[in-house]
């Protein structure tokens, strides 16, 4: 139980592009999901926190027009790159909880993104 | 600002070696610290956590204690597998409303048959 799958597993795509990235919980609902950014042999970076039905809680630095995240139902959430450049080629994470995070968040396997 | 430094790797050791990985943390009140392991193609995996001090988290033949004298949860295990090749992270929790988690930058073993 408690798996997150992430699709896709892998996206290229041409700068100015915008690509779009999905967290589903498959076998459990997902009251909060977060989406972490990592970067070569760099810790994951949270970049925000979805509660299902509310605007996403974003970290500072991270900019909410460019990365937009969708939280519409208790077991999908979306992560928009918006007119993505090469900077925003990195390894993208999102995790699930069941419980708003204070016990246990569960990961999806992660999405390359590079952009061209 | 919280944050978690654990050794860089990567680490390679023979099957059956003793494994020791650094943890040390910066946290103001009483954060919950976790171990987490990645294997090759998988997302990240709860491998063990403590809560408070003095708790000892132990998984799958894996340990760390919670020292907060030395803010340090250094994981161990006697005996290690080919299995156990990994990529493993440090992470504290400051308690917050949501739980967000602060890793440290991950450390790769490899064990070697």
């Known amino acids: 139980g408690a798996v997150v799958s992430q699709h896709p597993s892998w996206v290229i795509c041409k700068s100015g592009t915008s690509v779009k990235i999905e967290c589903r919980s498959l076998d459990f609902q997902a009251t909060t999901m977060f989406w972490y950014r990592q970067f070569p042999k760099q810790s994951l970076m949270l970049m925000a926190t979805s509660n299902e039905g509310s605007k996403a809680t974003y970290e500072q630095g991270v900019e909410k027009d460019k990365f937009l995240i969708n939280h519409a139902s208790l077991t999908l959430s979306t992560l928009t790159v918006t007119s993505a450049h090469p900077e925003d080629s990195s390894f993208y994470i999102c995790s699930a909880s069941r419980d708003r995070g204070y016990n246990e968040q569960f990961f999806g396997p992660g999405t390359r993104l590079t952009v061209l | 600002g919280n944050s978690v430094t654990q050794m860089e790797g990567p680490v390679t050791l023979s099957e059956e070696a003793f494994l020791t990985i650094n943890c040390t943390y910066t946290a103001t009140g009483y954060p919950s610290l976790f171990w987490y392991v990645q294997y090759p193609g998988e997302g990240l995996q709860l491998l063990l956590k403590a809560t408070k001090a003095d708790d000892k988290g132990s998984n799958k033949g894996f340990e760390a204690t919670y020292r907060k004298e030395t803010t340090s949860f250094h994981l161990e295990k006697g005996s290690v597998q080919v299995s156990d090749s990994a990529v493993y992270f440090c992470?504290?929790?400051?308690?917050?409303?949501?739980?967000?988690?602060?890793f440290g930058k991950g450390t790769k073993l490899s064990v070697k048959p």
């Open positions: 992470a504290l929790s400051d308690g917050g409303s949501q739980g967000n988690l602060i």
